[in-house]
């Protein structure tokens, strides 16, 4: 039987992969459009860029479920295909890997609205539907389940409930932070800060604390959030940051940061203790490629993590 995840990554980092979104907008998906249905619609063209991802290096894929729940999925008319459209995430991202072993992560994205009272959704609507989609993907096999880009602790709550719920293998709780207009510290858009993010996640049942995306989070500071949860807690940590910072561009957003200018910050995150490397938006398999190189060097040498004992 395959080591779970949350085993695997406490005997050596594991490398992640890279964006989803801007490499479905690269394969010719128009903004606004659904890139869940891809699944069913092009798996061809889904499955090449996770192929692209396994070539470069990455242990771990994030099925393209990112939008894949029924209140997301709704806004494109397909709220029929919940099941379908995750079921087929997971087979495509375990396909990419092809004889290769490797984990596929079934990705769970914010559902996009707001609970009451703030918004018009219910909480037993976002916990239907996330239940929904953990069960479609755990059905499928995925090795672990992470509830991602999460900005506020009740979603992230509804989100590892759900997961756990259907028994997912491992559990991983993703936050995204945004840095403080003056540049002191980093929380989420709701105020949640790493401390109380990796508390909660520890206190839900998760078994890896993660971060990813988010606003001006370089390697820097997603070394900075690895050391702020290690010090709340002993689970496994996961990073995946952006490209650099967002720049509009001709009324497009880019991240424009090189593979050689982020992977140098892969072996300070490596030291400061990640178990799990990847990046988020504007990514490529150019930079996860880079990352497997500066990690394989890193392993190599045989470092050991800051804070070991904490
Ligand atoms: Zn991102």
């Given at each position: 039987m395959k080591?779970r995840l ?33 699944n ?20 771990c894929l994030l099925t393209?479920t ?17 099941a379908e459209?995750n079921r087929a995430g997971v087979a495509i991202a375990r396909e990419a890997f092809?004889?290769?072993p490797g984990y596929v992560i079934g990705d ?25 989609q953990a069960r479609a993907l755990a059905d499928a096999g995925a090795d672990a389940i ?17 997961a756990?719920?259907v028994g997912a293998a491992c ?140």
């Open positions: 080591e949350q085993d695997a990554v406490r005997r050596r980092p594991l490398l992640g992969d890279g964006a989803m979104g801007t490499q479905l907008m690269l394969a010719g998906l128009e903004q606004g459009n659904c890139g869940e249905a891809w069913l619609t092009n798996p061809d063209r889904v499955l090449a860029i996770q192929r692209r991802y396994a070539e470069a290096g990455s242990d393209n990112f939008g894949g729940s029924r209140i997301m999925l709704n806004r494109h008319g397909h709220a029929d295909k919940v459209i092809g004889s290769r769970i994205g914010p559902f996009g609205g707001l609970m009451e009272p703030y918004g018009d959704f219910t909480e037993a609507q976002v916990r239907d539907a996330f239940e929904e992470v509830i991602e880009t999460q900005t506020s602790l009740e979603e992230l709550t509804l989100g590892i409930q759900a756990r719920q559990i991983i709780g993703s936050m995204a932070y945004d840095v403080t207009l003056d540049g002191s510290t980093f929380r989420t858009m709701m105020g949640v800060d790493p401390e109380h993010a990796a508390q909660c996640m520890v206190e839900r049942g998760a078994d890896i604390v993660a971060l990813n995306c988010g606003t001006g989070m370089d390697m820097e500071r997603a070394r900075q959030a690895v050391l702020r949860y290690r010090r709340v807690t002993g689970l496994p940590v996961m990073a995946q940051p952006n490209a650099g910072q967002p720049k509009l561009v001709a009324m497009k957003v880019i991240y424009d940061e090189t593979p050689q200018e982020m992977v140098r910050g892969v072996a300070p995150l490596l030291l400061a203790g990640v178990n799990i490397l990847g990046a988020c938006c504007g990514s490529s398999p150019d930079h996860i490629r880079a990352f497997r190189g500066a990690m394989d060097e890193f392993l190599r040498t045989g470092v050991q993590h800051e804070n070991q004992t904490v």
